[in-house]
């Protein structure tokens, strides 16, 4: 899929993404930033406060710290297991990530490959699923989360308490 290109939704089941959520703990992040305003970076400081051992996974960046975990060039370089890889590339890139992820399934223990908003890999799915994993794109497990364990209405989302319109003043 080319840069910009327009990704389709995938249609996933409320109770499948929240089965993950409730069942992973350690999250692999490919293409974590270190840049504070980055997309991965909101991503994982969220995921960590909700208890989750989010490990980064960034060649550029290999060796350095990230939150409070050590940078790893690939996800062979993990030490332990992971429950699921969480990418933060091109869908492009998405390929070879979940072919590292499949290879490392059963020595890591890796669940689940998620791709991230705007990254879809139809192939790369097709291999993952036949190799036993389950596959997540086009989505963000931050987001996900907030909107069903019932955070998003804490920033005032969709509660009501947030408005575009006036208040009406009493006289």
């Known amino acids: 899929m080319r840069a910009g290109a327009a990704v389709d939704t995938i249609p996933y089941e409320d109770d499948l993404l929240h089965g993950i959520l409730c069942d992973v703990r350690t999250i692999a992040m490919v293409g974590a930033s270190p840049t504070w305003n980055r997309p991965s970076s909101f991503a994982m400081k969220y995921l960590q406060g909700k208890g ?4 980064p996974v960034n060649a550029r960046h290999a060796g350095e710290t990230i939150l409070g975990e050590k ?11 992971v429950d699921m890889v969480d990418i933060f590339r091109a869908s492009e890139a998405a390929g070879p990530v979940t ?8 020595e890591k223990g890796i669940r689940v490959v ?4 705007g990254v879809r890999n139809d192939a790369a799915a097709a291999r993952a699923e036949a190799a036993g994993l389950t596959v997540i794109m086009n989505r963000c497990a931050k ?6 364990f019932g955070e998003l209405g804490w920033g005032g989302i969709n509660s009501g308490i947030i408005s575009s319109k006036r208040l009406k003043l009493e006289p």
Do not use: F, N, S
């Not at 989750?52 to 490990?55: L, P």
């Not at 987001?143 to 069903?148: G, K």
């Open 52 to 55: 989750y051992r989010v490990i």
């Open 71 to 81: 940078v790893y060039a690939r996800l062979g370089d993990i030490e332990g297991p």
């Open 99 to 106: 072919d590292e992820a499949i290879e490392l399934a059963p």
């Open 114 to 117: 998620w791709m991230q908003l």
């Open 143 to 148: 987001i996900e989360y907030a909107r069903l």
